[in-house]
């Protein structure tokens, strides 16, 4: 068994200090920039392939556009776009005319506006919801304890007709809204075209999950 493994989330030394971002930098024991330079020459020849190569770039100069104040250094940046700007423009970048939205039940008032957003922006849109194909949970051995609606004949989420909606649609490019963990996964297992997140499901904090990482220290220290 594997004894050790790279733990970038660990590393110790400061941003500007690490080998991943200076020739001459530090690195722990279990850096993988160090450690798996086989690795990295592998991941390299795949940005040689052209699709590969332009999407990267542009997702790279997408990155790039979402600060301003750059021309005053570093310690000045500031962010200028919110994400569903930044697909719309990468998007863009890319040449897509149709792109797919896979949205959850409980965000529908949301797909509306985000999809209405997009036609506006001159694309075109193949739009699912999680429980397209009205299919019974029971075929997945859910118990009636197991649902969310005790008692009822309850759809099941159906992440991967989703994802064959899409591809029947042939959508070029695929933006999940809300679907649940797990669900989402399937999507991305079986999607043809390449998929980004406008924002994830969280029944408590409004689909911010990072509002409790900002308070584990505090309100949420019980996960901790």
């Known amino acids: 068994m594997k004894e050790s493994y790279s733990?970038?989330?660990?590393?110790?030394?400061?941003?500007?200090?690490?080998?991943?971002?200076?020739?001459?930098?530090?690195?722990?024991?279990?850096?993988?920039?160090?450690?798996?330079?086989?690795?990295?020459?592998?991941?390299?020849?795949?940005?040689?392939?052209?699709?590969?190569?332009?999407f990267a770039q542009k997702a790279s100069i997408q990155e790039g556009e979402g600060y301003g104040q750059k021309e005053l250094g570093y310690g000045h940046?500031?962010?200028?776009?919110?994400?569903?700007?930044?697909?719309?423009?990468?998007?863009?970048?890319?040449?897509?005319?149709?792109?797919?939205?896979?949205f959850c039940m409980g965000l529908r008032k949301e797909a509306k506006i985000v999809e209405k957003l997009f036609l506006s922006k001159g694309f075109s849109m193949a739009s699912v919801m999680?429980?397209?194909?009205?299919t019974s949970k029971d075929l997945i051995g859910i118990?009636?304890?197991?649902?969310?609606?005790?008692?009822?004949?309850?759809?099941?989420?159906?992440p991967i007709l989703q994802a064959m909606v899409l591809n029947d649609e042939e959508s070029e490019f695929n933006i999940l809204l809300g679907l649940c963990v797990g669900h989402d996964s399937l999507f991305f297992k079986y999607a043809h075209a390449p998929c980004t997140v406008l924002a994830?499901?969280?029944?408590?904090?409004?689909?911010?999950?990072?509002?409790?990482?900002?308070?584990?220290?505090?309100?949420?220290?019980?996960?901790?």
């Open 77 to 102: 940046l500031i962010p200028i776009k919110p994400r569903i700007l930044e697909i719309v423009e990468f998007a863009q970048k890319m040449g897509y005319s149709k792109l797919g939205l896979a």
């Open 143 to 158: 118990t009636d304890e197991q649902k969310v609606d005790i008692g009822s004949e309850e759809t099941m989420c159906n």
């Open 7 to 54: 733990n970038c989330a660990a590393c110790p030394f400061k941003i500007s200090d690490r080998q991943c971002r200076n020739a001459d930098g530090k690195s722990p024991e279990a850096c993988p920039t160090e450690n798996k330079k086989e690795l990295c020459e592998k991941a390299l020849k795949e940005y040689e392939k052209p699709d590969i190569y332009d």
């Open 130 to 134: 999680c429980k397209v194909g009205r």
């Open 200 to 224: 994830v499901k969280d029944r408590v904090l409004g689909h911010n999950p990072l509002a409790a990482i900002y308070n584990i220290d505090s309100y949420y220290r019980s996960l901790s």
